[in-house]
Antibody, heavy 122, light 110 residues
Framework: QLQLQESGPGLVKPSETLSLTCTVSGGSISSSSYYWGWIRQPPGKGLEWIGS???????YYNPSLKSRVTISVDTSKNQFSLKLSSVTAADTAVYYCGGQSTSGVGWWFDPWGQGTLVTVSS | QSVLTQPPSVSGAPGQRVTISCTGS?????????VHWYQQLPGTAPKLLIY???NRPSGVPDRFSGSKSGTSASLAITGLQAEDEADYYCQSYDSSLTLVFGGGTKLTVL
């Protein structure tokens, strides 16, 4: 059974770079069945897709965050990572990683990691 | 402002049927892209409830069903139970090359 687990600092200073890693277990990140995505949820608010990556390194990002986001994959470690630069308090959120599947006319996330809260504060 | 519009809240008594709507546009749901639904219990990660408009993953009770028509989709929950109290989110794909979520609907079981 595929499982995902986020890890990284829970506190980041304003203007610095947020870095998180998602470790995939129970399956290979090189599976052709999945893309791998990052989603965030500010406290008390809804979900926002950040971006996604395929094991080959192909990426696509939310246009609203594209200038600040980098997602990468390390197939040797079965991990993918998120970097979000120049963070502000508005980037405070629970960050989730997820396995992303498709039917050809859409994408959905399953499974999800448990999420990790990242607070931006000095 | 979310690309997909959901009612902020719905409620129902145990045993009743409730529906949650998800309204999009011609660039997402109306363009033929599938709609998916997630359930988020308090303090937990979202869980896939419906994929591909109307398909239930293994383990999801058949009390949950999804449908799509035109630029909208709906999630129906029959035989409402106390443990269904949660936030529900719809999600689709937009022609702007973005995965989009609804703003979420809080279901209260009275």
């Amino acid at each position: 059974q595929l499982q995902l687990q986020e890890s990284g600092p829970g506190l980041v200073k304003p203007s610095e770079t947020l870095s998180l890693t998602c470790t995939v277990s129970g399956g290979s990140i090189s599976s052709s069945s999945y893309y791998w995505g990052w989603i965030r949820q500010p406290p008390g608010k809804g979900l926002e897709w950040i971006g996604s990556i395929y094991y080959s390194g192909s990426t696509y990002y939310n246009p609203s965050l594209k200038s600040r986001v980098t997602i990468s994959v390390d197939t040797s470690k079965n991990q993918f990572s998120l970097k979000l630069s120049s963070v502000t308090a508005a980037d405070t959120a629970v960050y989730y990683c997820g396995g992303q599947s498709t039917s050809g006319v859409g994408w959905w996330f399953d499974p999800w990691g448990q999420g990790t809260l990242v607070t931006v504060s000095s | 402002q979310s690309v997909l519009t959901q009612p902020p809240s719905v409620s129902g008594a145990p045993g009743q049927r409730v529906t949650i709507s998800c309204t999009g546009s011609s660039s997402n749901i109306g363009a033929g892209y599938d709609v998916h639904w997630y359930q988020q219990l308090p303090g937990t990660a979202p869980k896939l409830l419906i994929y591909g408009n109307s398909n239930r993953p293994s383990g999801v009770p058949d009390r949950f069903s999804g449908s799509k028509s035109g630029t909208s989709a709906s999630l129906a929950i029959t035989g409402l139970q106390a443990e269904d109290e949660a936030d529900y989110y719809c999600q689709s794909y937009d022609s702007s090359l973005t995965l989009v979520f609804g703003g979420g609907t809080k279901l209260t079981v009275l």
